[in-house]
């Protein structure tokens, strides 16, 4: 009878551990460690654009190929606008639903509903299923359009004729590396990360138009050469333009939840929180990376990528399975988020946001230390390496501002691609600008570390580049006591305290007298 009775407790936990786990279905790609909980693999298809827009800048550029992915893309959520030659009819059974199998006759073309129509629509919205690569997508000047719905051929939806597109009704459009800025505005306005960044460059595409003017050759990059363009460009859409998106999918999934967005089928609604957490996650790492918690070190291109690179420079590869500490920790923080979306629990993703904006930070500032180091210290530095160390630095000073703006401009005037006197001040100047506000980042000597002479001397840095060491809790007591005690205070302490000085002169000065009083009062004789 007990051992029944221990049974059933433990098939009672099974039963609500399974519930409280997200169901991983084949579908659903696992992303360097990372189990997701819906299908998110045309989301991380978007490293394929960014990868093909490097391909087009190697060698001599192609810039205007390179501008054609970046703008219009090609790899990533491809869908068709299709205006139909005559309204939808039968909506009934569910023949219009969100996800209903659409197929064109006599084409390869095959795709699912991508909103839910009702009758009397007359344009749809296709998600392809089968392969349609247009938009900026030229490789050899050839894009792939064998699975593209086009304007002749009857159409079904769920089974049922809806008819024909209209002459010149068909639009193919994708997710873009450029619409992750362009669209930042109507997306994140509210979203905390989003606006100090916008405060800082005054303008809404901040990314956008850095990316831009290293594609065109503009602005801070006028006049400048290809490799110093090429590094502008290149890592400016990785590290910027889709940087802030992944926080953006991880703040979109806690308002999900907030306002109860559960249901997949709802038009307006961002799919799922669980959804949006797995869409920071492809966006974190795409899917060249493949499954392996150590991803694919000759093919990644985001921003995981850059985070196996760093950790390497900078001896903290220290993480699970060998991971970046970084990295691990921002998929085991993910992974924690997505658990508390399935459960409902919306603001324990609170904090577990905050954490992973401190983490994406690290690369960010390991690049900046990385390439002012090489301009600073090494003679054979090239311009790459001090474009490369303006794209670090752009990336992450708006934080770095918005916890001391003296500090920022100090490292923007020694690091930006168009500084008047790169690194004039000296890298230690700049490593200890950085340094004086980690703590306010969130963050520590030890989670940056220092920059190595080589991988195999984890306890030998370059000169000057030790990693500082963050101060004990006694020392930051002090420090912050009395930091945080202000200057009245201080002076009335100095008034109360001179007040006593004197107070206690006096009564040592009135009991001396009266002593002299007494013994001359004891040495008079009566007569």
């Not at 991983?24 to 696992?30: C, I, L």
């Not at 205006?83 to 006599?106: E, I, Y």
């Not at 290809?226 to 806690?254: F, L, P, S």
């Not at 013994?519 to 008079?524: F, H, I, R, S, T």
């Amino acid at each position: 009878m007990q051992a029944c009775f221990q049974r059933s407790h433990a098939i009672v936990a099974l039963c609500i551990f399974l519930l409280a786990t997200p169901t991983v279905r084949a579908s659903d790609p696992v992303i360097v460690g990372y189990n997701s909980g819906s299908d998110v693999s045309q989301h991380s298809y978007i490293d394929l654009d960014q990868k093909e827009m490097e391909s087009y800048l190697s060698g001599t550029p192609n810039w205007q190929f390179a501008k054609n992915i970046y703008q219009l893309g090609g790899n990533s959520g491809g869908y068709a606008e299709i205006q139909l030659a005559l309204p939808l009819q039968n909506c009934n059974s569910g023949h219009c639903n969100k996800g209903v199998t659409v197929t064109q006759a006599g084409s390869a073309a095959t795709g699912t509903l991508k909103y839910t129509a009702t009758a009397g629509d007359s344009m749809i919205k296709v998600a392809y299923t089968s392969t349609c690569k247009e938009g900026g997508y030229t490789p050899n000047g050839n894009p792939i359009t064998s699975g593209c719905f086009t304007v002749s051929g009857a159409m079904t939806m769920n089974g049922n004729s809806i008819g024909t597109p209209s002459a010149n009704g068909v639009t193919n459009k994708y997710r873009t590396l450029q619409g992750f800025s362009t669209q930042a505005q109507a997306k994140m306005a509210m979203q905390e990360t989003y606006q100090i960044y916008r405060a800082y460059y005054g303008a809404y595409d901040y990314a956008n138009q850095y990316v831009l003017s290293a594609l065109d050759g503009t602005g801070g990059f006028s006049g400048l050469g290809d490799d110093e363009r090429i590094q502008g460009a290149k890592k400016g859409t990785a590290y910027m333009n889709v940087w802030m998106y992944v926080i953006h999918e991880i703040e979109d999934a806690i308002m999900d939840c907030e306002n109860n967005c559960l249901n997949p089928g709802l038009q307006d609604c961002n799919a799922d929180p669980v959804h949006a957490i797995d869409e920071a996650a492809a966006f974190f790492a795409g899917s060249l990376e493949g499954a392996s918690p150590t991803g694919n070190p000759d093919t990644g291109k985001l921003f995981f990528r850059l985070g196996e690179k760093r950790c390497a420079n900078f001896g903290t590869c220290t993480g699970s399975q060998g991971q970046a500490a970084a990295n691990s920790e921002i998929i085991a923080n993910l992974q924690k988020a997505q658990v508390e979306l399935v459960n409902g629990r919306c603001l324990n993703v609170v904090p577990l946001k905050k954490r992973i904006v401190e983490l994406l930070s690290i690369p960010l500032i390991q690049g900046s230390l990385r390439y002012s180091w090489r301009v600073a210290e090494d003679p054979s530095a090239t311009e790459k390496a001090r474009a490369e160390g303006a794209v670090f630095s752009a990336a992450i000073l708006p934080r770095v501002a918005a916890c001391n703006p003296d500090k920022a401009k100090l490292i923007s005037d020694s690091m930006k691609i168009d500084a008047a006197n790169p690194m004039g001040l000296g890298f230690t100047v700049v490593k200890e600008a950085f340094e004086s506000t980690y703590e306010c980042l969130g963050i520590t000597c030890e989670d940056i570390g220092g920059l190595i002479v080589s991988a195999t001397t984890l306890d030998e840095y370059k000169p000057k580049a030790a990693p500082c060491v963050t101060p004990g809790p006694e020392i930051q007591t002090i420090e912050t006591t009395k930091d945080q005690i202000p200057g009245w205070t201080i002076a009335v302490i100095i008034v109360i305290g001179v007040a006593l000085v004197f107070a206690c002169a006096t009564t040592a000065l009135f009991f001396s007298q009266a002593n002299k009083y007494k013994k001359m009062a004891v040495g008079v004789v009566p007569a």
